[in-house]
């Protein structure tokens, strides 16, 4: 039987083997067999660090966690009992305890039945070869290396292999369709083609999935090293249809007249590609994947033109609200991708109006806080295949980036509001509320947009004295 040494693979982590070391001590006083397996033993071999540490007991895994937590002084413990999970939150990383388990989700049921076995079948029921390693730490046995489905071979090949027949895992739980995409696109391994074929025919079952599973997997396909890999896979497994249809509808070119329109499916790949590269968070990654979904719905051919898409922005950004339901989002995230999404365009369109200072100000003010997340996604937006058009749009774009930092108003126009409140307004103007004082608010902000007053709080009250019967002349003359 082959041995792992431990300390030498955590060499650069001695806490870890530390407290693996604890770990074994509280095995050995309850005499029960414990394994290090999943996730954790992967990295260990890739090199890659893992926050999360996970132990299989043959035997009641609870009350060895309960024994761990005594014995690290790690209270509380967090117990599912029905799935004979327990989880304990340390400084340095999660520990999750089970107990040896199978469990098999029903055909229309989102909730599995468990039942607790030996380590063998534990191993058996897990999603993917890789996975399906272990590592004992009891003393009489400890670094002991169990491999059963081959592992270390397919990690080394970087293959994604279910253990057993991959319709069987797929079956027992379908979330493990979409753990394969999102393995694939944070290791870059390719997904073996009979465990691909299985996922297409069964991509449908992920619909008895929960919504906050599949949220969960889907973002961490979008913040890994290759998202526009990972979505890929979504979109030819035919995940991606029974999640978001709306992008499989991005795919394809029309042709009329002998004028055709670019693939926007492929385009956003790119942007989503570019945006990784950039380093983009969370919020720019959805903002690019969902860019351009409104471009199907507002498609149009215009004789003598060719194809537009107008109105695409808005028409997106309100879909994209509705998505961000569907995938259980914060409200502030859905908030934050629907601007970036209806503002995309806007850095181009001044640039080509002419960058006054004007129209930089808008702009800081319609993206806010957001203006570098913007700049980024229109940066990435670009992916003309003409090298001609792309350094003028480069050109253009660069010259927009250049005005935002060079006009002076730069930070307090990224939370812009008018300097004066209503309040102060209504004991300015003599007035109660009522729609003249947000008239009245309106034209000082405009006056600071149009560059004719600073932006402070003097210079907004010496323009609102100066010019009060104008000001009330103009809630007059709109009314």
């Known amino acids: ?84 999970t327990a989880m304990i939150p340390l400084k340095q990383v999660d520990l999750e305890i089970v107990s040896a388990r199978s469990e098999v989700y029903q055909k229309h049921s989102r909730n599995p039945k468990v039942r607790f076995t030996g380590l063998d079948e534990d191993l058996k029921r897990r999603d993917f070869t890789i996975n399906s390693m272990a590592i004992c730490i009891n003393r009489d046995a400890f670094g002991e290396f169990i491999d059963p489905f081959r592992g270390m071979q397919d990690l080394k090949a970087q293959k994604i292999i279910t ?38 025919r069964d991509a449908q079952r992920i619909d008895i999935i929960s919504k906050e599973r599949v949220r969960d997997e889907f973002l961490k396909i979008l913040m890994s090293p290759s998202p526009a890999w990972g979505i890929d896979l979504l979109y030819r497994s035919g995940l991606m249809a029974c999640l978001f249809p709306e992008i499989i509808a991005l795919q394809g070119v029309d042709s009329q007249e002998g004028l055709r329109h670019k693939d926007v499916y492929d385009h956003t790949l790119k942007v989503l590609e570019n945006v990784a590269l950039y380093e983009g968070d969370l919020i720019l990654r959805l903002a690019a994947l969902f860019h351009d979904i409104g471009k199907p719905r507002t498609k149009r051919f215009v004789e003598g033109s060719g194809w537009t898409f107008h109105g695409h922005e808005e028409v997106g950004a309100r879909m994209f ?37 004007s129209a930089i100000r808008r702009l800081m003010v319609e993206a806010g806080e957001d203006i570098d997340a913007l700049l980024t996604l229109c940066r990435a937006d670009i992916t003309s295949k ?4 792309v ?17 002076g108003e730069k930070d307090a126009l990224r939370a812009f509001q008018s300097p004066l409140d209503g309040k102060e307004i209504m004991q300015m103007f003599g007035l109660k509320p009522g729609p003249r004082v947000g ?24 323009y609102a004295e100066k010019n009060k019967e104008k000001l009330i002349d103009m809630y007059l003359i709109n009314h």
């Open 1 to 84: 039987m082959m041995k792992i040494d431990l300390k030498q693979l955590l060499d650069e982590q001695p806490d870890i083997y530390a407290l693996i070391q604890r770990l074994s001590d509280v095995a050995q006083a309850r005499n029960l067999r414990a394994y290090l397996v999943g996730g954790f033993v992967r990295d260990l071999f890739i090199a890659r660090k893992n926050k999360d540490i996970d132990i299989v007991v043959v035997g009641d895994g609870l009350a060895f966690a309960d024994a761990v937590s005594s014995a690290l002084n790690a209270y509380p413990v967090v117990k599912f009992e029905e799935f004979g």
């Open 163 to 200: 253990p057993l027949d991959p319709q069987e895992t797929f079956f027992e739980d379908p979330l493990r369709m979409l753990r394969a995409v999102r393995f694939a696109a944070q290791l870059s391994f390719v997904i073996e083609e009979k465990t691909f074929d299985a996922i297409v």
């Open 321 to 357: 609200e509705k998505m961000g339901k569907i995938l259980r989002l914060p409200a502030r995230d859905i908030k934050l991708v629907a601007r970036l999404i209806r503002l995309h365009l806007r850095p181009i369109a001044v640039a080509d109006d002419g960058v006054t200072d």
């Open 386 to 389: 003409n090298p001609q058009r």
């Open 391 to 407: 350094k003028r749009y480069l050109s253009n774009f660069e010259q927009v980036e250049k005005r935002i930092a060079e006009v």
């Open 439 to 462: 008239t009245i608010k309106k034209h000082i902000e405009e006056a600071i947009l149009e560059g004719e007053i600073e932006n402070s709080y003097e210079a907004a009250k010496a």
